[in-house]
């Protein structure tokens, strides 16, 4: 027959070795935790640039006003026989005929605005 403490002793060392899994298994949930988080960080960084970049006046349309996006309007599905009249005003500008050339376009994402923010994340890293 096994001593009492022979069991205990067995039982401990089971219990420690769980506990030893399961510290392994936070350790690897706390490091993909920080990069979720640091993934996060720099996306957030990204828009700030990005608001800040189109919210410059550019040299192109400097005297034009320029109209933002507005905050929850959705691109509809597309249907052949659906023209552009199916999209909300910002995006009819940016699709409308005539605009091929980007340096020209009045839109709200403008050649240069673009470059910009190209230049800026190439730069920084983000």
């Keep these: 027959m096994p001593s009492v403490l022979g069991l205990l002793e067995a039982r401990e ?7 030893a899994r ?5 350790e690897r949930i706390t490091a993909a935790l920080s990069a979720a988080e ?16 189109l919210a410059e006046p ?15 309007s ?6 052949e026989s ?16 005539g605009r091929a050339n980007p340096a020209q376009s009045s839109s709200i994402f403008t050649y240069s605005a673009v470059t910009r923010v190209i230049k800026f994340v190439v730069t920084n890293g983000s």
């Design 82 to 97: 659906a023209g552009t009249e199916a999209l909300a005003p910002e995006y009819q500008r940016i699709g409308s005929p």
């Design 13 to 19: 060392k089971k219990v420690r070795e769980e506990v």
């Design 58 to 72: 550019d040299a192109e349309t400097t005297g034009q006003v320029e109209a933002a996006a507005v905050t929850g």
């Design 38 to 53: 640091a993934r996060l960080e720099r996306l957030r960084q990204a828009r700030e640039t990005v608001t800040e970049v």
């Design 22 to 26: 399961l510290r392994e298994e936070a």
């Design 74 to 79: 959705t691109v509809p599905h597309r249907v």
